[in-house]
């Protein structure tokens, strides 16, 4: 590597490392101002909030790599044009892209260790994370309603604790689920209600329950219910309503991690949990599934957006020195802007079938990088 290579990479190193611990920091702060007060209301010790607030960095790690990396670039261009240093390394006959090569390679760096990241720290950290609070959240509850004493099912779903339902319908088996509070980590759940019929519509039995969790030790793995009544229908009429304390319902065999993943959106599911989801449904040829197949897609091309910020930061931070430098950084920022908006455009018409997957999620990527190349040769 040229002195000047050291040179640009030892500058824009300090700027990057700067730009992403300050990122950093903001998050934490704003995470912290979010989820403390839940942590403190659920008892949660020291040592679990401190795991759980560690586990939230690899996973905006992506995120804030890209953005550490417009800023850094921009700036660093920007200081180079302010202390006419990019004249200088133009009139010694150096091409704008020989000046910035080093920037280029950096990018390239930063994309395949995002798309590292992506498949393995990242998971692990937003599962992990989502486990630590969900078990914190949990344990809270399983402590208050062992102190309560729940005599009827419609008791259960007074206790009903703050958040919305969780419904799943297993059309093949006939099976329609409501829970109240739902762990797809734990397989817990709390409020559980489960409708049987007969596929045309009657009711052939019922669980109502309490408290439940799935148990995958078992040679075919099953809920266990706590604290309910099992009703039983003939005819459409019923016919029996026995209490239980604890029953093994074999019946019973969808899995928590399933239906968490299909009631919660695709952009808060790790890539694991996404190509689990996409195995199980057969997605790709699903129209209600084809946003978790087009967010698996588009997880496995965001690396590659690293190169897109050097793309589109380099030919208008080095624009010309007649004009002001912050000129050019705000039409790259507003094209940046353009990248993230036909993102969304694009995933909108793959979620609605009107593009592929893969093709909606590698469009904007391909295009932005067409024209940033494009730009660099005609600044060059």
């Known amino acids: 590597m040229l002195l000047l290579d050291r040179y640009i990479l030892r500058e ?34 020291g040592s679990l909030a401190a795991r759980y607030f560690a586990l939230q960095i690899p996973a905006f790690l992506p995120l804030l790599i890209t953005v550490s990396l417009l800023i850094s670039v921009l700036f660093i261009l920007g200081f180079f044009h302010r202390n006419q240093e990019l004249t200088a390394m133009r009139a010694a006959g150096l091409s704008i892209f020989r ?87 734990t397989g817990r759940g709390y409020g559980i209600h489960v409708w049987q019929d007969d596929g045309v519509g009657n009711p052939v039995e019922a669980w109502m329950a309490r408290y439940g969790y799935y148990d995958s030790a078992r040679e075919r793995p099953c809920w266990v219910l706590e604290d309910g009544r099992h ?27 399933l239906m968490r993943a299909l009631n919660a959106k695709p952009r808060e599911l790790s890539i694991n ?11 790709e040829t699903s129209r209600r599934m084809a946003s978790w197949a087009v967010q698996y897609h588009y997880v496995l091309a965001s690396p590659f957006c690293c190169l897109i910020v050097v793309g589109l930061a ?45 093709l909606a999620a590698w469009l904007p990527n391909l295009f932005m990088l067409a024209l940033a190349v494009w730009l660099c040769r005609r600044v060059n």
């Open 231 to 257: 009703y039983r229908y003939e005819s459409g009429r019923l016919v029996a309503q026995p209490r239980f304390q604890k029953i093994a319902a074999e019946n019973l065999t969808e899995s928590p991690a």
């Open 99 to 185: 000046i910035t090569r080093v920037l280029w390679a950096a990018g390239g760096v930063l994309a395949l260790l995002l798309f590292a990241l992506n498949a393995t720290l990242v998971p692990m950290a937003t599962e992990k994370s989502r486990l630590l609070k969900e078990t914190a959240e949990f344990d809270f509850r399983a402590r208050t309603e062992g102190q309560k004493t729940a005599t009827t099912a419609t008791t259960a779903q007074a206790n009903t604790r703050d958040g919305a339902a969780s419904f799943f319908a297993n059309n093949a088996q006939h099976r329609l689920w409501s829970i109240d509070r739902l762990s797809g980590y």
């Open 314 to 358: 380099v030919p208008f931070a080095v624009s010309g020195v007649r004009v002001n430098p912050m000129v050019g950084v705000s039409k790259s920022l507003v094209l940046f802007a353009l990248y993230y908006l036909l993102t969304n455009l694009c995933s909108l018409l793959g979620a609605q079938q009107l593009l592929a997957p893969a």
């Open 12 to 45: 824009w190193l300090k700027v990057f490392a700067m730009t992403l611990a300050a990122l950093v920091g903001l998050l934490l702060v704003g995470r912290a101002y979010d989820e403390v007060p839940d942590l403190i209301k659920w008892d949660a010790s």
């Open 273 to 283: 949990e996404i190509r689990a989801v996409l195995a199980q449904t057969g997605a």
